[in-house]
């Protein structure tokens, strides 16, 4: 009995801090800005409780425009970011052994340790009017005038698949990992040809992992601010943006916190679609 | 295994494969005839996983040729190739039900559904797991696993399967059971096996022919009870079966005889074996099975044998019918072990007993000592 108690108090110190993380920092912050959003503004500081803001969101095309568009860009740019992961993780993965796997590893980390501000200006010295990318071309004599490159869809994207790249090369690398070569072997002597035994062998290992990759990377893109801000410029319709402007601009707090809830809402909704598609679980894939 | 070349459903002709400077495997030369169950035998590390992985296509030899039905197919990608492996870890594939991993080779050669799902049924049926086909493979036992590894290549009727020690996972009462299993599969499937292991009962029992191998070389190749009872080297004869052990030089060689002192000072007479001269004043290593060695109570039954020890026993090691007695040698302190006969007639043996031992010269072999070779 005594044993039990103490037990129990042991698990209860133990969780108490993520707790306290919970409530303090995520869920009262939330509550609160769930109140805020269901406030609608009839005069001068007094409010109503009411949908009018989300109901603002379904109405003003502006809006769930720029939500779609953000929606969109985020899962063209998951796929680009699985695409490309997916090869150099099976490389890092199945191909290499000891110190080229680790040392490879490692430098899919080392942009890391840079502040994400700090790598979008990298990528703003090189593709803006007067940058690296630009000089080059001038140079070799491609292009006769300087190239502006920021500023567009596809500077977005390089940004936003570069930024996102480790989120998916780690689960990538570590799903493929724990996939026995035998079986890649057996897939080939029962006759399989790369591209059946990558269907059929390989993806099917792999899922768990391009499933919590591309989650991942699919929040990180649509909850992304600085990237498309600073390479997309005035025009990255990005929604994030729109919260800020809403917030921090027109300081229209109750609308940006309806907004913050539609996104929280509709990625949510997002990522369960692509769940039921690709008929994985949420436990199987982060378990 | 000098049959004419034609009826070999594989073959290797001076292969060789090295890694470096290192030859894992050093100028082999084999055939396999159709519907044979052969092995390789030896101890990890001797090249034999190198063999067979050029067999199955995923090594390429340095030099010499593989024939699969006398057509040479160094040049040909494991998944043309008219042979399938076994793996060790069995490598089923764990998200497809037992019935699409049997299926899985038939798909691919693009055969038609019905004529797959026919032929996996008669598949589960052969391999005794009708009703199985829809679960998944964790729900088999390993057992059973093993029977759909093999059922998952032999669907594809190739020309030989290749099992890479397949046994080595399972359980001592299992892997018993799945020998028997496995030369019952090889008589109705009428494949041929070529089968690598470094567990000598499992070539010992379910092979036609055995090669035994060691640092990259094939030692003898024969029928199990060739290798048992005919050894041509002293790796042979020292890892095929148990023996006893001496290590001597030889004092005297007659027609067919040699007198030996071994290094701790017995007087053995043997029969020299494995071909190679042996003179006077040269060393050889001396081998007699446990079974050969008479065991007595009284000096007068061993009489007429040529290599006569006395002896104490130092304990019984009781195992059925493979019991042994431990007997140490009385003049040099050596320790033999002996069979005990299954008549149960030395069941009363009490430890420190004063037995004696005799064995035959033609039971004693003895092979020129190979310079390291201990």
């Given amino acids: 009995m005594k044993l039990q108690t103490a037990t129990r108090l042991t698990l209860l110190l133990l969780l108490a801090p993520i707790f306290l993380w919970l409530s303090i920092l995520i869920i009262l912050p939330h509550m609160d800005m769930f109140l805020i959003s269901l406030h609608e503004k009839v005069g001068l500081r007094t409010y109503e409780l009411s949908f009018a803001n989300y109901a603002e969101f379904f109405t003003e095309p502006l809006y769930w425009n720029t939500f779609a568009r953000t929606a969109i860009m985020s899962i063209i740019a998951t796929t680009l970011t699985l695409l490309i992961g997916f090869p150099v993780s099976y490389y890092i993965a199945k191909m290499l052994r000891g110190r080229a796997k680790n040392f490879l590893f490692l430098l899919c980390l080392v942009p890391f340790w840079v502040s994400e501000l700090v790598r979008t200006f990298g990528w703003m010295i090189l593709l803006r009017e007067s940058g690296i990318f630009s000089g080059l071309l001038q140079w070799t004599g491609l292009a006769a005038g300087p190239v502006e490159m920021l500023y567009n869809d596809a500077s977005i994207m390089v940004g936003l698949v570069y930024t996102s790249m480790l989120f ?4 990538l690398v570590s799903t493929l990992d724990s996939l026995d070569d035998a079986q890649v072997e057996a897939g080939y002597d029962l006759g399989g040809n790369a591209y059946t035994v990558l269907r059929t062998i390989i993806i099917p290992h792999a899922m768990p992992g391009i499933v919590s990759g591309c989650i991942v990377v699919f929040m990180l893109t649509l909850g992304n601010y600085l990237t498309p801000v600073l390479l997309g410029g005035k025009d990255s319709l990005w929604f994030t943006a729109q919260i800020y402007t809403q917030f921090i601009t027109r300081f229209n707090w109750e609308l940006g916190a309806a907004f913050g809830f539609l996104l929280l809402g509709l990625s949510s909704l997002i990522v369960w679609a692509g769940l039921k598609l690709s008929r994985q679980t949420l436990t199987e894939t982060m378990g | 295994m000098s049959d004419s070349s034609e009826n070999f459903d594989l073959e290797c002709r001076n292969l060789v494969r090295n890694y470096g400077s290192f030859a894992a495997v050093d100028n082999v030369s084999f055939g396999v005839p159709q519907g044979d169950f052969f092995s390789i035998l030896g101890p990890s590390g001797c090249g034999k996983t190198t063999i067979l992985r050029m067999m199955a296509g995923f090594d390429t030899p340095t030099s010499g040729d593989i024939l699969i039905k006398n057509k040479s197919v160094v040049d040909v990608p494991p998944n043309k190739r008219p042979v399938n492996m076994v793996f060790q870890q069995l490598a089923l594939f764990p998200m497809m039900s037992v019935a699409e991993n049997i299926a899985y080779g038939l798909v691919r050669k693009g055969l038609g559904k019905s004529e797959i799902t ?46 890479d020690e397949p046994l080595g996972a399972l359980d001592l009462k299992l892997r018993e059971h799945m020998k028997v299993e496995l030369k019952k599969m090889q008589d109705q499937f009428a494949t041929t096996f070529v089968y690598i292991t470094h567990d000598q009962s499992e070539a010992l029992v379910m092979s036609n022919h055995v090669a035994v191998m060691n640092a990259g070389r094939f030692e003898q190749i024969g029928t199990p009870q060739e290798l048992y009872y005919h050894p041509d080297t002293s790796f042979v004869a020292g890892f095929v079966g148990d023996s006893n052990r001496w290590h001597g030089k030889v004092v005297g060689v007659d027609k067919d005889s040699v007198k030996v002192i071994s290094t701790d000072g017995v007087e053995l007479l043997a029969t020299p074996a494995g071909g190679d001269p042996l003179s006077a004043g040269g060393e050889v290593d001396i081998f007699v099975r446990p079974e050969s060695v008479v065991l007595s109570e009284t000096e007068d039954r061993i009489a007429g044998m040529e290599n006569r020890i006395d002896g104490e026993l130092v304990s019984v090691l009781f195992n059925g019918a493979n019991s042994r007695a431990l007997i140490r040698d009385r003049q040099t302190g050596g320790e033999l072990d002996v069979a005990l006969p299954q008549t149960g007639e030395f069941s009363n043996l009490s430890r420190g007993q004063h037995v004696h031992l005799g064995w035959g010269m033609t039971q004693a072999k003895a092979f020129v000592a190979k310079g390291a070779s201990k």
């Fill in chain 2, 118 to 163: 026919e032929k996996v049924n008669s598949a589960l049926d052969r391999i005794g797991l009708p009703t199985s086909g829809g679960k998944t493979i964790k729900q088999l036992s390993g057992g059973q696993q093993q029977r759909v590894a093999i059922a998952r290549c032999l669907v594809l009727e190739p020309a030989a399967l290749l099992l």
């Fill in chain 1, 168 to 171: 998916m090369v780690v689960p």
